[in-house]
């Protein structure tokens, strides 16, 4: 289960989620809070820069304790056919997670959309790791795209409800050499 909230600001955006994962009596907790903060805007493909921050934070029943924070500057980017799009670059500060991998991270956001037809997702690549952090220093890429379709409409209701799919690929998941994640979900959305 995953709950999500993004919101538009004067000041800026905000992202944020949380998802919790219970398999047997395994328990796992992982969220994410991403506000940033515009510095100017513009006319023409850069339509804003950005201050970014993310800060990271999950356990797990197997032991697993992590907090991460990324500091960045990015753009918010005018790109004909989509409804949003924006590119960041971070430097993130890892130290309790998962070794002491301080990396670089490149994040890409998009959304496009087609009356009740959605697509929206992100690609991070992360690069440039510490070299003291054992096996996890690894370049790696992790594709994230959701491709919805609300029913809202069709049901008589002015929430959306989305149903659809969602893909993960994440070559050398965590920074570890060869790990892959490639995972398609079936999703159900609906906007409180």
């Known amino acids: 289960m995953t709950l999500e909230h993004v919101s538009g600001h004067s000041w800026g955006g905000l ?7 219970v398999s047997g009596e395994f328990k796992d907790t992982y969220s994410e809070v991403s506000p940033k903060f515009t510095l100017t805007k513009m006319d023409g493909v850069v ?18 304790n992590q907090d991460n924070y990324l500091y960045g500057v990015g753009a918010d980017l005018n790109v004909p056919g989509l409804n949003f799009a924006s590119a960041t670059l971070f430097y993130a500060a890892n130290k309790n997670g ?16 087609a009356g009740n037809f959605n697509i929206d997702g992100y690609v991070d690549y992360a690069f440039d790791n510490s070299e003291d952090n054992g096996a996890f220093n690894v370049d790696n890429v992790h594709f994230n ?25 994440w070559d050398n998941q965590f920074g570890v050499n060869g790990q892959e994640q490639n995972a398609f979900s079936l999703i159900l959305k609906t906007h409180l």
């Open 15 to 21: 992202f944020l989620f949380m998802d919790r994962h």
């Open 47 to 64: 339509s804003a820069i950005n201050a970014a921050f993310t800060y990271e934070s999950g356990s797990n029943t197997g032991g697993v």
């Open 98 to 113: 998962f070794g002491s991998s301080n990396d670089k991270q490149i994040t890409l956001t998009y959304g496009y959309s």
């Open 145 to 169: 795209p959701q491709i919805t379709y609300n029913l809202g409409p069709a049901l008589g209701v002015s929430n959306k409800i989305k149903l659809g799919v969602e893909y993960s690929y």
